[in-house]
């Protein structure tokens, strides 16, 4: 989608010694790998999941061009008949996936990939690293959301994201938890979000007055001019601005609001308030910006900050609290045998899966469960259920396509769902894996 | 250079609407931009920066496509005249900034670029976004580096980066910063750098026991096999091959080394080593991964770990104890005029800057001196001094090309240099500031 490069190499270079092993000894039969966070960190109550869609596209585009093999070839450890297949290789399997939008908790298996070994194998990297930053910043954005009740949110954080895609990432998946546009154009244009922004210090520092910048500016955007008021002092910023009050209204031009970007915001807020409603502009709206993060935002509305929208940065476009979560894509089936691993703090359960959601009849969260993927399990005795593993992919089609629009739809009912973590295993999951722990034990003894 | 879609369109909105002001007014003069970080995390003792290479292949792409235009037009903000000006933009312009490399402290002018206002201005979010990842991730894996004590470290991170374009900064800035290689075939393709890796817990599983996944392993790579041996049971997946020993003599099979990727690192080393050493294979390695970071690895050695080599992952690539710095890019300067602003703790020291560096007779770092561009500084009582701002792009051409090895080296002594924070403001700097905030309050004081 939005890299163009090789993608076909983006990979972990052992994926690439492990396949070649596979080849040579026609490991090619049907491996089943499993995707899931491992651990959940402590400031947040769910995971909101994101970045599907453009995982699927990366994918079709996985393929291995003529630079990458040559690359490949001169490293000197690959054989030529190795080399021709990954020349021929396409992702071909098939992948069941949650929604985009959809909140879960830790340890569900959210996307499980079945194909032969070594596709299912060396696609690790990239499931990963697409799932894992958009699901990143979906959850963080979230929480900006759900502190703002309601007063819009716009994404800032272009400049600090960790390189270009993962601004893009990132403005799509703060777009998807319910942010209402983005400052970052190159996404604006991608995934069709609203796209804000006014202009910046720098701009008044060009002018040989603030009164001269405003004046510049609110003609030009006569419909939609908001003025950044702190360069140099905020609430002198704001006078002069009741002072270009006739300025405005000679020129037709509808002042939309101001912008404070730094100082104590609560404070500000409400001094600029005040002069503005008593200047005659009660219309023009104040945004805040700078450091703001859902506390931040969750304090200042406590302070009843008067307040018309965010704009929320780089806190919010590298998860500053939580810059990571520890998500893996495991191994959980071969040839139809469940596998697993009993490495500290990296226990497995073993198995494909499926993942069922229930609901009360308020449609109210009552608790998932994680079942083997052809386990009969009975949920009759609830008033609605859903194995949340839906097909995405089949062979060599991407089956899910889903406007953003719809995903901030689902996301909205989300949040009225009363999620707090409560997972159950299924009985016959708890059995699988105490065998396989009792038979490995038992070979232990007998070694 | 790893981003072919459309650069020329990654900016922040504010960018294009304050620029459209500028076109109209013909706002069109010699403008200065500075780039500095305004704070340094409590855990960084200093800065190292990276990422110029790459931000100057960017700029040079840095253009408005038709698919760019066609967009921005139908967003009914811009007029025809600065959409054609638009389609016509690339950058012209002077760059000055310190090498790859080298180290700095906060508030130091690290690179300052000279153009029209309208062009200095709609770069910034790509050049504070390029150089932002890649100082961000060198300076934390300089920290991994000086803990290794010259135990070679690797990049394991590319899964858990914040996207693809992420990845290839983190490996390009951990090499620049002293590891030895990275599990990123991408990143090696890209940047010549080693490629490093085995084989995942996965490869254990399917085959029906650790021993025939060894064996499988190790004849296809006789001689670079590193065997993973936490999947089930570190000791006994040891014993296991110290069992294997006379399968490797019979295949002529020289085991280069086992890896631990999680439970107690120092204790299972250790035993691992004693097993064997034992066991007659001393020139087996033991290589350490899992969650490593700087300090860990401090950990690691301090307790007098058996380890050749770390492979270091998520905590690094993404920063994760300071996922951000508070890098920004500042108008300096307009027409020859020195620009400022007072917003609290974003304040500025006006005017376009030298950045001289002084040592002592022995090479050993003294301070830093910041200082106007133009400014006559006398350091001839100091050994050694240099402006450390080189020209790197000048009209339209990129002026600096370094190879990684020399980056590498240029960091290797650096490391010798005794670097503390010890930065001086000239005399002429500290004037200016004090003239126009004086000029400012009294301009308030009559208004």
Not at 43 to 49: A, E, G, Q, T, Y
Not at 71 to 87: A, Q, R, T, V
Not at 205 to 218: G, H, L, T
Not at 416 to 437: C, D, F, G, Q
Request: overall charge positive; proline content about 3%; hydrophobic content about 40%.
């Amino acid at each position: 989608m939005f890299f163009n490069g090789s993608i076909g190499i983006f990979l972990d270079f052992y994926e690439l010694t492990m396949a070649q092993v596979y080849f040579e000894r026609n490991l090619l039969g049907k491996a089943t790998f499993s995707l899931s966070i491992r651990t959940r960190p402590k400031n947040r109550p769910f995971f909101l999941f994101a970045g599907l869609e453009p995982f699927l596209n990366l994918l079709k585009n996985f393929k291995f061009k003529d630079a990458d093999l040559e690359y490949l070839e001169n490293l000197k450890i690959f054989k030529p008949s190795f080399l021709d297949y990954l020349k021929n290789f396409s992702f071909k399997g098939s992948i069941r996936c949650i929604p985009e939008g959809t909140i879960f908790f830790e340890n569900e298996p959210i996307c499980e990939v079945e194909s032969d070994l070594i596709s299912a194998q060396i696609i690790e990297t990239l499931i990963i690293n697409t799932l894992h930053i958009e699901t990143l910043i979906a959850t963080k954005a979230l929480l900006c959301v759900n502190s703002a009740k309601g007063i819009p949110i716009f994404d800032f954080s272009a400049r600090r994201t960790h390189g270009i895609d993962s601004s893009l990432h990132v403005a799509r998946a703060s777009y998807i938890a319910g942010f209402s546009g983005t400052s970052n154009v190159l996404a604006g244009k991608l995934w069709k979000i609203p796209v804000v922004g006014t202009m910046a210090h720098s701009f008044v520092e060009v002018f040989s007055s603030e009164e001269e910048a405003f004046k510049a500016f609110s003609e030009t955007y006569p419909d939609r001019t908001i003025l950044l008021i702190d360069t140099y002092d905020t609430i002198g910023a704001t006078k002069k601005i009741i002072k270009l009050k006739s300025f405005f209204e000679e020129n037709k031009i509808s002042l939309k609001g101001v912008r404070i970007d730094s100082g104590n915001l609560v404070e500000l807020s409400k001094k600029v308030r005040k002069i503005l409603d008593k200047g005659g502009l009660k219309e023009v709206q104040i945004f805040l910006s700078g450091s703001l993060d859902e506390k931040e935002i969750k304090k200042l509305l406590k302070a009843k900050t008067p307040v018309s929208g965010f704009g929320v940065g780089t806190k919010m476009g590298v998860s500053e609290d939580a810059p990571y979560f520890e998500m893996g894509y495991k191994l959980v089936e071969y040839e139809g045998k469940p596998c697993f691993k009993l490495s500290p703090k990296k226990e497995l359960l073993p198995g494909s899966k499926s993942l069922y959601r229930v609901w009360d009849e308020k449609d109210q969260f009552l608790f998932d469960l994680i079942a083997l993927k052809d386990e009969f399990v009975d949920l009759s005795s609830y008033p609605k259920s859903t194995n949340l593993l839906k097909v995405v992919y089949k062979d060599d089609k991407i089956l899910y396509h889903e406007s953003l629009e719809n995903i901030r739809s689902r996301v909205k009912e989300e949040l009225k769902r009363n999620y707090r973590k409560r997972v159950k295993v299924s009985k016959a999951v708890k059995a699988l894996y105490k065998h396989l722990k009792k038979k490995f034990l038992y070979s232990k003894e007998n070694t």
